[in-house]
């Protein structure tokens, strides 16, 4: 494990540029799971995400030479930021390999954080070919590669959340709920929490799309996922780190899987109910509250909510992907008889009062008795979807639930 001497000289090192974060109880979380939980709001860090401190440490522990060659990371996300914002701190030079796919949002943010002691290279389709080309930039220059988490000074420097954790908390906790993408966070963390608070119980989240240390973890050996949904960007690795993993090894009391769209729900209930903002990664900890329930009744809880970096344009593929998590959002290929009235028949009789038709697509074809359309009906309630269903039984509309057919639902929707 990172060792607790690591662990506190790191924060005497970042102390300089690294914010301590408020360690906030949420009253409506708690009153929904019947337990204090409390959340450690890296989403108010420095670059709005706690990969500022690992950045940090690695790049401040670097010798005057190594500084001179500069450093070189490869990322699309915090990671990029934290290793900006140390190269401007620091007054060195830094190469920051992005996919050309990365959105212009996330180039404009390393930008402001970095200014002119940075250079962003956009090359690739993909992390994977981001990496490699940075790589080989570090090959040919005999740079520093800063490792967004397969890295001791770099986990030691996540490993700062556990003490301040610790200092902050005046209570014992219960449970820790930490979000796993490479293992960084969770590794320093779980380093400290084992040696100061071995009572407290951690467990690490995933999304379910993205099982890389679960899956590593039931195989015994580290195991690279040869596809994986990418939708919680910064918890969605193909592999984890060798370090990681032996460390999480020793550190989890637990591992959960969180479906995409639970972690959706999650995110619009913390801004809709308490105006916070947080990345898919960063409500990972919260989401997995339901799957934890009957576990925490009574009990405290601390959730590391590890970034905000939230893109505004993803609002609505995340009202989606909650809707349908939900079971309130639902796509049918209708074939409507091709006949004058049949759609009015179709709203007038089998839309309940508070059921919303939200997508349609037909189109005429005059050789045939009947015509598919592809639409789109948003409810109120589960009870209201089926509901709905047994009405088009009733009435003889020929139906097929796009909801229940992953492969035809990614192909039309």
């Not at 401190?53 to 500084?67: D, H, P, Q, Y």
């Not at 140390?86 to 030079?93: A, D």
Request: aromatic share 8%; charged share 25%; proline share 4%.
């Amino acid at each position: 494990m990172i060792t607790i001497k690591s662990i506190e000289e790191a924060a005497q090192r970042i102390k300089q540029v690294v914010q301590k974060t408020p360690l906030m109880k949420d009253q409506i979380l708690s009153e929904r799971y019947g337990a204090s939980v409390y959340l450690k709001r890296e989403d108010l860090q420095t670059v709005r995400s706690y990969k500022i401190r690992g950045a940090f440490n690695k790049i401040a522990s670097l010798t005057m030479e190594e500084r001179e060659k500069g450093v070189v990371c490869a990322s699309a996300g915090n990671h990029a930021q934290g290793v900006a914002l140390s190269c401007r701190h620091l007054g060195l030079k830094g190469r920051i390999f992005m996919p050309s796919t990365t959105p212009k949002q996330k180039i404009k943010q390393v930008r402001m954080f970095g200014r002119d002691f940075i250079e962003i290279v956009l090359t690739g389709d993909t992390y994977d070919h981001a990496y490699e080309a940075a790589m080989a930039d570090c090959k040919a220059h005999a740079s520093v590669f800063i490792h967004p988490f397969d890295d001791k000074l770099v986990m030691a420097g996540q490993g700062t959340i556990g003490l301040e954790l610790l200092e902050q908390a005046d209570f014992p906790i219960d449970y820790v709920m930490a979000p796993i993408g490479g293992g960084g966070l969770v590794s320093g963390l779980g380093s400290w929490l084992r040696v100061k608070s071995p009572a407290t119980r951690i467990i690490g989240v995933e999304p379910e799309g993205a099982p890389a240390m679960k899956n590593s973890l039931d195989a015994g050996s580290r195991i690279v996922l040869n596809g994986f949904e990418k939708f919680v960007d910064g918890a969605a690795v193909a592999t984890v780190g060798e370090l990681n993993f032996e460390i999480a090894r020793e550190v989890l009391d637990g591992l959960l899987l969180v479906p995409e769209g639970k972690v959706c729900t999650s995110i619009l209930q913390l801004y809709n109910e308490e105006a916070i903002v947080v990345e898919p990664a960063g409500a990972l900890s919260i989401a997995a509250l339901d799957f934890m329930a009957d576990k925490i009744k009574g009990k405290t809880v601390v959730c590391i909510v590890s970034g905000g970096n939230n893109d505004i344009t993803r609002t609505e593929e995340i009202k989606e992907r909650s809707l349908l998590y939900e079971g309130l959002k639902h796509y049918f290929i209708v074939r409507f008889p091709q006949r004058s009235g049949a759609l009015k028949e179709f709203v007038n009789e089998i839309l309940g009062p508070d059921d919303d038709i939200t997508h349609f697509e037909y189109t005429k074809k005059n050789s045939r008795d009947t015509g598919p359309a592809l639409v789109g009906i948003e409810t109120k309630s589960l009870a209201d979807r089926d509901a709905m269903v047994q009405r088009m039984t009733e009435h003889g509309f020929n139906y097929r639930s796009v909801n229940d057919s992953p492969d035809l639902f990614h192909l039309l929707i």
